[in-house]
């Protein structure tokens, strides 16, 4: 059982399905309870582990230290001496008791996360793997299923695959030493990368038009007999195994399709076969110098960041271009592959359930991407002194509306109610009749100035003797 995996329950007897393409970590411990027993980890199980990590070559100092102590289990050097990539997938050299000389590769997987087929299904599409028979697609020669695995056996090539021509390594060498640290790397030559393309693209093309998912193309999945390339592994999405490049394709949700899956593999295959070495990033807008310039408007079409974001061409658009469309194949045998209207039937909805678990990933990983912006922006400095500006404003706006509304209400609490406003002045009473004396008249003096020497002169021969005496009553005084 491998690392980092949940106990199956005692009643299914199933192991969890486990994804090769997520990175598994893991925390090295001194001692552990298994079974009541303590098994206590010796320094000599680590440097056994790392003996068996030597074959990829050296390391500094730190790399393993960090790397190599921390994050990795004993149980890894059972693992990198295999010849493929993945932890549940095991190879094994046989021989045919009637045909001894002729070498075939027995591998044994376990079920995936993306096996939607049922035990039923399974076992008719497994059966009929060696009647397909195609130029360019490796032959099975015998398949089977159990509830929890698979079985393929199929011819061993001594040449190797085409990964092992572009690393010059031999196809029996462990996986890391193979292609971890390869020592010598080359590209093919012009004509090789038309005629191997032009190959797999007619492979792709007749499993896209039987409506067989595929979806696993990469350098280690080619083999190369004769000048002629052949697919390998046309299993794997039938047992659920997740693609090798599946966390590119997470990525970018254009790529939700089986056939959109391949065609972008194709294009990280087409680029190791021109530079020799996969890209070390995906999108790619800036290519190296290209030994053929005519690869580069294909690389384009598939890689570049325009075409993971709008879409990837198709495998028939890709026939179409100059650098395949005038290749010529000779093919002897006719392609064959007959599947009943029910399995297509399986096949289509395996198919569909496998896009829609993609889309929902590509989903999750794009929130995941968007809140961790978000996050990542508002944590910066500059944002950061926005806010503490933004907030001293807010503050100071705060603090002077509170002082206005003090004042305001300190003005209304402590201030003498405004008096009331007075009423008209009452209308004069009429004059009562009799003869009484008219009232002086008002007019102002004339303006000849006689009366005012006659006022001046009654003034200066006042005298307070001439007054007569008067009885007054007055009742302005205060009553008690």
């Known amino acids: 059982m491998a690392f980092m995996e949940q106990q199956p329950q005692p009643m299914s007897g199933r192991k969890p399905p486990l994804d090769d393409t997520v990175p598994l970590i ?16 010796r320094y000599s199980d680590f440097d056994m582990l790392n003996n068996s990590l030597l074959v990829s070559g050296p390391l500094e100092q730190t790399c393993v230290v960090q790397l190599l102590f921390q994050n990795t289990l004993n149980i890894i050097s059972k693992i990198c001496l295999v010849i493929g990539w993945r932890l549940r997938k095991r190879y094994f050299l046989v021989k045919d008791k009637d045909q001894p000389k002729d070498k075939q590769v027995l591998s044994w997987a376990d079920l995936g996360p993306d096996k939607f087929l049922s035990d039923k299904d399974l076992l008719s599409a497994m059966k009929l793997l060696p009647t397909l028979s195609h130029s360019n697609i490796s032959p099975v020669t015998f398949a089977t299923t159990s509830e929890s695995s698979a079985l ?18 031999k196809p029996k060498e462990p996986f890391l030493k193979k292609y971890c640290n390869p020592k010598k790397i080359q590209g093919l030559e012009q004509q090789q990368i038309q005629t191997y393309g032009r190959q797999i693209l007619e492979a792709l093309k007749f499993l896209h038009d039987k409506g067989f998912p595929y979806g696993h193309l990469h350098a280690s999945n080619v083999l190369i007999e004769e000048n002629m390339c052949k697919l390998l592994d046309i299993e794997n999405s039938l047992l659920g195994l997740p693609s090798y490049y599946r966390p590119y394709v997470t990525q970018f949700r254009k790529i939700n399709t089986t056939e959109s899956i391949d065609v972008y593999s194709f294009g990280h295959l087409l680029y190791e076969m021109t530079y020799g070495r996969p890209p070390d990033a995906v999108p790619v807008d800036q290519y190296p110098p290209p030994p053929f310039s005519s690869v580069v408007s294909v690389l384009q079409s598939i890689l570049s960041t325009e075409a993971c974001k709008t ?24 392609p064959q592959f007959k599947i009943s209207s029910k399995l297509k039937e399986a096949l289509k909805s395996s198919k569909e359930c496998l896009e829609k678990r993609l889309v929902e990933e590509q989903r999750t990983i794009h929130q995941h991407k968007r809140l961790t912006r978000a996050q990542s922006h508002h944590g910066s400095e500059e944002e950061k002194r926005k806010r503490k500006i933004l907030a001293r404003k807010k503050s100071r706006q705060s603090t002077y509306e509170n002082e206005e509304d003090l004042s305001v209400k300190y003005n209304n609490n402590s201030g003498a109610p405004p008096a009331p406003p007075l009423p008209p002045p009452a209308a004069p009473p009429p004059p009562p009749p009799g003869n009484e004396p008219v009232p002086p008249s008002l007019l102002p003096p004339s303006a ?28 302005s005084g205060p009553r008690l």
């Open 26 to 41: 893991a925390v090295i411990e001194a001692s552990q309870s298994l079974q009541s027993h303590t098994v206590i980890r």
């Open 152 to 169: 393929v056996i199929r011819v061993f090539s001594e040449k190797g695959t085409l990964r092992d021509h572009i690393c010059k390594v």
């Open 311 to 334: 879409g990837m061409p198709t495998v028939s658009q890709l026939l179409q271009t100059p650098l395949f469309s005038d290749v010529l194949l000779f093919n002897s045998e006719k």
């Open 448 to 475: 000849n100035g006689v009366g005012r020497s006659a006022l001046l002169s009654s003034i200066q021969s006042f005298n307070k003797g001439k007054l007569k005496k008067s009885d007054t009553v007055d009742h």
